[in-house]
C-alpha cells in the first residue's frame, strides 16, 4: 500500500509490533515503501528507542534510504513508559511523537474501568489517566515532538468522539487518533481554531503590536481584559495552527487540481 497509493501530502506512520519481540525487529529490517515514520507499540524505555534507531539505520543502508530520514513515534502505553517519558522524548533525533496509550496503562495501574462497555459507560473525562496525560504532554512539549491521545474508540458515537478531542484539545494535545475515517471531519474541527479564537487572536496581537510600536509594553486591553506576554504567545499559536491548516488545505487542492 505504501508503494502503489498516493497518499498526497499525508504522513504515513505505520505501526510496528513490540520491540521486546522478534516481530518488531523484523518489521524494521523489511521496510517497504519507505514511510514517513514508524510507530513503536508497547515501549518500555528510552533503550527501545536507541534499539529500533540503529535498527532502522541499518535498513536504511539496505534499502538504499538517506540514515535518519525515516522517524519514530512511541506509544506510551506502559507504567514503565510512564515514567521514563522524558527519556523517550529525547532519546534520538528521530523521534517525532509520543501517543498516549490508556488501554495497557489502565491494566498496569489497575484503574477501575469506569468507561469500558456501553453498560458501564459514564461521562467524561478520565480522571484517572489526568496525570498520564498530562506527563505526556509537558514531556512531548519540552523536547519539541507532538503528543498524540488515544482518542475515542466507540467510533459509532459521533457526540462522544467530540467530547473526547475537545478534552485532549484543552488537555495541549496535537491531535488524537481516529479509528474510522468517519471520525475525522469531528477531530479535524476541534483541533481547528474556530472564528472567534481567530477574532481575538487577530485583535490581540493588533493591539499589542502596534502598542509596542508606540512604547514598550508589557500589555494591552482586549475585551476589559489585561492581556500580556503568555496570551500574546498563545494568540499567535491560534494564528500559527490557522495558516499551518491553510497551507495544508492549499497544497491539498493543488494536488487534486494538478491530477485532474
Given at each position: ?48 528507542i536507541?534499539?529500533?534507531s ?38 534520538d ?91 475525522l ?31 514598550a ?28 491548516i ?15
Amino acid at each position: 500500500m505504501l508503494q502503489e497509493i498516493d497518499w498526497g501530502n499525508r504522513e504515513r506512520v505505520v505501526r510496528i509490533n513490540a520491540m521486546d519481540g522478534p516481530h518488531g525487529t523484523r518489521d524494521i529490517e523489511v521496510i517497504a515503501g519507505r514511510p514517513d515514520a514508524l510507530l513503536l507499540a508497547k515501549v518500555q524505555g528510552p533503550k527501545h528507542i536507541e534499539h529500533a534507531s540503529r535498527l532502522l539505520a541499518e535498513a536504511e543502508r539496505k534499502h538504499d534510504i538517506p540514515v535518519g530520514s525515516i522517524r519514530l513515534g512511541a506509544m506510551i502505553e506502559s507504567v514503565g513508559a510512564l515514567l521514563t517519558v522524558e527519556a523517550i522524548c529525547t532519546q534520538d533525533p528521530r523521534m517525532t511523537a509520543v501517543l498516549f496509550g490508556a488501554g495497557d496503562l489502565g491494566v498496569e495501574l489497575q484503574v477501575k474501568r469506569r468507561g469500558l462497555g456501553s453498560f458501564r459507560r459514564t461521562g467524561m473525562p478520565a480522571f484517572e489517566y489526568a496525570y498520564g496525560r498530562g506527563r505526556v504532554v509537558a514531556a512531548a512539549r519540552a523536547a519539541g515532538i507532538d503528543p498524540i491521545d488515544v482518542g475515542h474508540s466507540a467510533f459509532t458515537d459521533p457526540e462522544k468522539t467530540r467530547m473526547a478531542a475537545e478534552h485532549s484539545a484543552q488537555m495541549g494535545f496535537s491531535g488524537v487518533i481516529v479509528y474510522t475515517p468517519r471520525q475525522l471531519a469531528i477531530v479535524n474541527e476541534v483541533f481547528s481554531p474556530p472564528a472567534e479564537d481567530i477574532a481575538w487572536a487577530t485583535e490581540v496581537v493588533t493591539k499589542f503590536d502596534e502598542a509596542n510600536q508606540k512604547e514598550a509594553r508589557t500589555g494591552v486591553v482586549v475585551d476589559g481584559e489585561m492581556i500580556d506576554g503568555p496570551s500574546v504567545l498563545n494568540a499567535r499559536q491560534i494564528l500559527l495552527r490557522r495558516d499551518l491548516i491553510e497551507k495544508v488545505e492549499a497544497d491539498r487542492h493543488g494536488k487534486a487540481k494538478a491530477a485532474a
